[in-house]
């Protein structure tokens, strides 16, 4: 059965002080890794999407990496406007296959 | 915006009501995605629709009723909730075997 596991499970940073959170996974075979971030009441918004093993991407502050067990969300320099739950999800190999998605973790960037 | 538009926004029904979540996207994707999100738990699919063909419904129970009358539009029925169905319900489209785009949610509660 696939899996995804994201730690920790609630993070407080200050403003400027850069972190990583971790998204560990079982997949039968991965097709593709995805990152998420969601704001309080409303639905995810898609970042990242990462399909196989040392692909890094980034978008302003974030940089997700991909190895064959875990990927790592990396917050530089994280501002307040960056708190959020951040989801990360795996869709494995095959027909028709779904987004399998961890719990997230939940982001508090302190002023 | 991502161009998934969710109607009614917030829903407060009692038990032995009927009442029907709606699903908007003009993205031209070909998959539409229902998914339940309810505190301290994972996104949970729900079903699925490619090319308006239903396929996948993950063990959901039969007071929930979807239907995709065309690959832009999905609705979800629902009929005799318990209050544990109380939930964030989110819509998604996407291309099948790719991210998934969200809409900002119809928040239920089950009186």
């Known amino acids: 059965e696939d899996q995804v596991t994201q730690s920790p499970e609630a993070l407080r940073l200050q403003e400027g002080e850069s972190s990583s959170l971790n998204c560990s996974y079982t997949v039968s075979g991965l097709r593709g890794l995805f990152w998420y971030r969601q704001d309080p009441g409303k639905g995810p918004e898609f970042l990242f999407t990462?399909?196989?093993a040392g692909e890094e991407k980034e978008k302003e502050r974030l940089k997700a990496t991909l190895t064959k067990k875990e990927s790592f969300l990396h917050i530089t320099a994280p501002k307040p406007e960056d708190s959020a739950t951040y989801l990360c999800?795996?869709?494995?190999?095959?027909?028709?296959?779904?987004?399998?998605f961890g719990k997230g973790t939940r982001l508090s960037v302190i002023a | 915006e991502t161009g998934v538009t969710q109607t009614p926004r917030h829903l407060v029904m009692g038990m032995t009501n009927k009442k029907s979540l709606k699903c908007e996207q003009h993205l031209g994707h070909n998959a539409m995605y229902w998914y339940k999100q309810s505190a301290k738990k994972p996104l949970e699919l729900m079903f699925v629709y490619n090319f308006k063909e239903q396929t996948e419904n993950n063990s959901v129970p039969s007071r929930f009723s979807p239907e995709c009358p065309n690959s832009s539009h999905l609705f979800l029925h629902l009929h005799t909730l318990q209050p544990e169905d109380s939930a964030l319900y989110l819509c998604a489209s996407g291309r099948m075997n790719t991210e998934a785009f969200f809409g900002q949610g119809t928040r239920l509660t089950v009186v």
């Open positions: 990462l399909y196989s």
């Open positions: 999800a795996v869709q494995a190999t095959g027909r028709n296959t779904p987004l399998v």
